[in-house]
């Protein structure tokens, strides 16, 4: 299994912006659907968005399309999460996660993810 590794979090005010890293021991020997999730107190723990390392293609949910950007640096296996345009409804404590190497990229499903970081909180004020 991989290792994952988040940093980043922080508190904002409204309107700012965050960049998450996950660092993944195994990136650079496989393709890897690698995402990100979060969970807010109370609530279930939803997709942000994804990211396939072999290929580069992203999805992302509706709720922070045009405002979250995944992105990956190859040569140090890492994986971003940029959060622009922050809202108070963004708090959450944030998770990277990877699904088996060379699984497919087309869906969010927790159990489909076997390796998890350790999550980094994440806070948004009015």
């Known amino acids: 299994q991989a290792q994952l590794i988040e940093s980043g979090g922080g508190s904002v005010q409204a309107g700012g912006s965050l960049r998450l890293s996950c660092s993944h021991s195994?990136?650079?020997?496989?393709?890897?659907?690698m995402a990100w999730f979060r969970q807010a107190p109370g609530k279930e723990r939803e997709g942000v968005g994804s990211?396939?390392?072999?290929?580069?293609?992203?999805r992302y949910a509706d709720s922070v399309n045009g405002r979250f950007t995944i992105s990956q640096d190859k040569a140090n296996n890492t994986v971003y999460l940029q959060m622009n345009s922050l809202k108070p409804e963004d708090t959450a404590m944030y998770y990277c996660?990877?699904?088996?190497?060379?699984?497919?990229?087309?869906?969010?499903?927790?159990?489909?993810?076997?390796?998890w970081g350790q999550g980094t909180q994440v806070t948004v004020s009015p």
């Open positions: 996660a990877a699904k088996p190497p060379n699984w497919s990229c087309t869906g969010l499903e927790i159990s489909d993810f076997r390796d």
């Open positions: 990211i396939y390392t072999g290929g580069g293609s992203t």
């Open positions: 195994g990136a650079k020997y496989y393709g890897y659907c």
